[in-house]
């Protein structure tokens, strides 16, 4: 397994791509009664329409969270951007997707919800300062392919994003 090792302006990037992760599906979304968070399902245009809403209101948000520049403050930015993720992944959790877009839809809240499980080890591993399980937290963020999810539903600005830059 290769190593490694903690490098501040990489991790930062990587972690900023962790962060955009939980944008993929984020706020704007709720309701209950007809309008796809009760019984009566959403349309495909509509389901994209409210998911891509939530993204960027989402990206606003994490956006506005000051970026670690060394693994000190890493832990903070982590947390804050899962209370972002979760957030957004219990908001899109409301909605019903009509019967063609379910499976793709489950994909990409599941993969989301990964996403933010391990923004949580990132956290922790950030904070007890383990630089091995910093760096396998952000692969593993990295490859959770919420971006790519996105993407098989049709949330463009959710599949944006998610890229991960590089740096």
């Known amino acids: 397994m290769t190593r490694l090792t903690f490098a501040p302006r990489r991790l930062t990037a990587t972690v900023t791509g962790t962060a955009l992760l939980a944008v ?27 998911a891509n809403g939530a993204c960027r209101t989402a990206s606003a948000e994490i956006a506005r969270i000051p970026v670690a520049s060394s693994i ?13 993720g979760r957030r957004l992944h219990d908001e899109l959790s409301r909605l019903t997707p009509e019967q063609p877009d379910r499976t793709a839809f489950g994909r990409y809240l599941d993969a989301l919800a990964r996403s933010n499980t391990l923004l949580g080890r990132l956290q922790a591993a950030a904070d007890a300062g383990d630089r091995d399980a910093v760096g396998e937290a952000a692969r593993e963020i990295a490859s959770s392919q919420v971006g790519t999810y996105a993407a098989v539903v049709g949330f463009d600005a959710c599949a944006e994003a998610t890229e991960t830059p590089e740096s």
């Not at 019984?39 to 329409?49: E, G, I, M, N, Q």
């Not at 000190?72 to 972002?84: F, I, K, N, S, W």
Request: charged share 20%; hydrophobic share 35%; proline share 2%.
């Open 24 to 50: 993929a599906v984020l706020s704007g979304c709720g309701g209950g009664g007809d309008d796809g968070g009760g019984s009566r399902p959403l349309a495909h245009a509509a389901l994209v329409a409210r």
């Open 72 to 84: 000190d403050d890493l832990g903070e930015y982590a947390q804050r951007t899962a209370t972002v």
